[in-house]
């Protein structure tokens, strides 16, 4: 079982946002899917829900095509910018709307996450604050039986503390109901330590898709006096990220991971993974 993506081109006017996007999600696994502003993360999540059709290419959950077949759109639900649901009545409603269409909704979970945010089934989407409405498209997202949940950024609005409630949440959804997520987000090192495959798209393009197993396997930055730096580089054949310096101090980024050797006088560290990104993105961009 697995939703996959093949060759799919999107459009906007003669704007290109997906340019023969190819990409398979296996099951059992919390995806983090990143990209700079416009990179053509949402349009992916539509796509990958069929809320948007693709001009080219296929979607397809377990071999069927998921914007034909309208039972195989029920396995993959997607939390984004929209409210579907009427505003203005109790988020209960909202609730067992959504069960209407997915089936068996998590009430137990639902009630559970609403009261960590001192939020209750009977409070209205039109009263609620930006954040709190987040907490409730999450909350929808969290308690439906599906086998794929996207997640686009979950976090809008949110501050620091509920941020990392809501994903504890997400982690004991997973934990406990195992569906397979992909999360779209900025705030890329609040989700590392969750997720266990990273893509990262660029002007519609996969730029990079990986196992983020061993973090620190990444990229490695280097620090220290001009000479010392060049003389390190030039010992191997790294493919450099960026090179900057830092008043008297040159400091380079490469991709590949830390070797155990510490060379006197430099600084050696690994990359996060935001940093990681960054970079990249960077380099892609010029
Ligand atoms: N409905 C639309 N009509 C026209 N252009 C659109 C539409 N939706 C998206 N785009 C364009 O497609 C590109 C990709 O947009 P998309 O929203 O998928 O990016 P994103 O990675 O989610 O960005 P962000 O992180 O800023 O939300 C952007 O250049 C955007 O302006």
Partial sequence: MSLTVSK?????????????????????????????NGAGKSTLCNLMTGRTLPDQ????????D?????????????????????????????????????????????????KSFALRLTDTFASLSMGQRQVVKDVIGLCLPVEYLILDEPTTG????????????????????????????????????????????????????????DL?????????RPRD???YLAQ??????SRQRIGDLLRV???GPVSDEQPKGLIVAPMDLQTYFVQITEGAAQ
């Avoid at 709307?97 to 979970?109: I, K, Q, R, V």
């Fill in 66 to 114: 998921l914007v034909s077949d309208s039972r195989i759109a029920r396995r993959v639900a997607l939390v984004n910018e929209t409210w579907p649901y009427p505003s203005r009545r109790h988020i209960r409603q909202a609730f067992a709307m959504a069960e209407g269409f997915y089936g068996d909704f998590d009430w137990h979970l639902a009630e559970r996450i609403l």
């Fill in 229 to 231: 730096v060049e003389g």
């Fill in 236 to 241: 191997g054949d790294p493919q450099l990220l």
């Fill in 158 to 213: 949110m501050d620091a503390a509920a941020r990392e409630r809501i994903y504890s949440f997400v982690l004991e959804a997973y934990q406990q109901r195992g569906p397979t997520m992909i999360i779209a987000t900025h705030i890329i090192n609040e989700v590392s330590q969750l997720i266990s495959r990273a893509t990262i798209i660029d002007q519609g393009r996969v730029l990079r898709s990986f196992s983020v197993d």
């Fill in 8 to 36: 799919v081109d999107k459009s906007y006017g003669k704007l290109k946002a997906l340019d023969e996007i190819s990409l398979c999600f296996e099951p059992g696994n919390i995806y983090g899917l990143f990209g700079r």
């Fill in 57 to 64: 290419g296929l979607v397809h959950l377990d071999g069927s």
């Fill in 216 to 224: 620190s396997a990444l990229g490695t930055t280097v620090t220290g």
């Fill in 253 to 255: 980024s490469f991709e």
